[in-house]
Nanobody
Framework: QVRVTESGGGLVQPGGSLRLSCAAS????????LGWYRQAPGKQRELVAR???????NYADSVKGRFTISRDNAKNTVYLQMNSLKPEDTAVYYC????????WGQGTQVTVSS
């Protein structure tokens, strides 16, 4: 069983920045594929960014150049640095760890509003 816990959400003005963190348990963390997803009200959950065990990454087109996903295997943590935030980035952000199966966190709210 892998426990996944997100933190770092909040209210930010358009153009601002936030960094989300996600801690995932387990001694095989360095092998996990890790992803950030988001779900806005009335919309389906969508992939934001993903990072593999070898460090390769992929991003949704809507966040390329603004968001950066990274991982610290020594801390069992994956981060999502979000810059130049827009109102349309408002959503609940979820972290997912994949190790034999998918494990989801409870989500953290990000609200971009003036």
């Amino acid at each position: 069983q892998v426990r996944v816990t997100e933190s770092g959400g909040g209210l930010v003005q358009p153009g601002g920045s936030l960094r989300l963190s996600c801690a995932a348990s387990g001694s095989f963390f360095r092998f996990y594929a890790l992803g950030w997803y988001r779900q806005a009200p009335g919309k389906q959950r969508e992939l934001v960014a993903r990072i593999q065990g070898d460090g390769s990454t992929n991003y949704a087109d809507s966040v390329k150049g603004r968001f950066t996903i990274s991982r610290d295997n020594a801390k069992n943590t994956v981060y999502l640095q979000m810059n130049s935030l827009k109102p349309e980035d408002t959503a609940v952000y979820y972290c997912m760890a994949t190790w034999t199966k998918d494990y989801w966190g409870q989500g953290t709210q990000v609200t971009v509003s003036s």
